[in-house]
């Protein structure tokens, strides 16, 4: 029976056997649901970065690239941008390459790199991403990006949106995966009004960008499921 696990926090990642899942990263606010949500409005590509540092290099490679960096919520100074997901819009991403460094997202991802596969899941490709994730005959690790290592309800919550689609499946859940699922049935009636108490969100609230948090939390509105190619998130083409 294949399983399906959650991670809850990327510090546990050296716990499970990455090699023998297809992992999925969660940063619900905001990193993995911006790479949705630019890879639907056609970013030819997102560029996971883990430092700063590599993301500023590829200023100097002379190459047209969208440079993305988020520290503690915060667009680091001298980039084009952060990971709001506004800053994601088809008038500003089509065709583009985009190359993203940020608190958690990344660095989850970058833990994760000897998969499988990496997709990358969010609210916003929740049923696109369940449906094709039926469809292969392998172990899934959900890993959540949490906060700085830290557990987060937001991205744990989604973690067991997910296993609602998924645990009639024949999937072999562990205890984190039911613990996720668990969260998701307390919060799924008003996921916007639960998840206003997360840490996370009062600290984006502090920031006056609660219309980031809203926007993250909109289930469906995009079908593209990014997936690690390389160095490279593009869109899952089956």
Known sequence: MTELNVCLSPSLIPLYNVADHI???????RATSSICYGIENGAEAIIPVS??????????????????????????????F???PFSYTKEKVNGKTVVLTTTN????????????KIVIGSFLNLTA???????????????????KNNFNLEDTLFAG?????LKDAGFQLDDAAIAANDLY??????????????????RLKKL???KDIEFCLQIDITTAIPVLDGERLVKLVE
Do not use: P
Not at 53 to 79: H, N
Not at 105 to 116: D, F, I, N, Q, V
């Open 161 to 165: 949106a997910v296993v609602e689609q």
């Open 185 to 202: 049935q307390i919060g799924k009636n008003d996921i916007n009004q639960y998840l206003k108490k997360t840490s996370h969100s009062e």
């Open 51 to 80: 430092e700063v540092e590599e993301c500023a290099a590829y200023r100097e490679m002379g190459l047209d690239y969208l440079l993305a960096a988020e520290r503690d919520g915060k667009v680091v100074d001298g980039f084009d």
């Open 23 to 29: 992992v999925v990263i969660i940063d619900i606010f």
């Open 129 to 147: 991403l369940s449906n094709w994730l039926k469809t292969q005959d392998e172990n899934i690790l959900l890993v959540c990006a949490g906060w």
């Open 105 to 116: 997202g990344t660095h989850a991802l970058h833990l994760s790199r000897s998969a499988k």
């Open 208 to 210: 006056g960008i609660e």
């Open 82 to 84: 952060g990971n709001s």
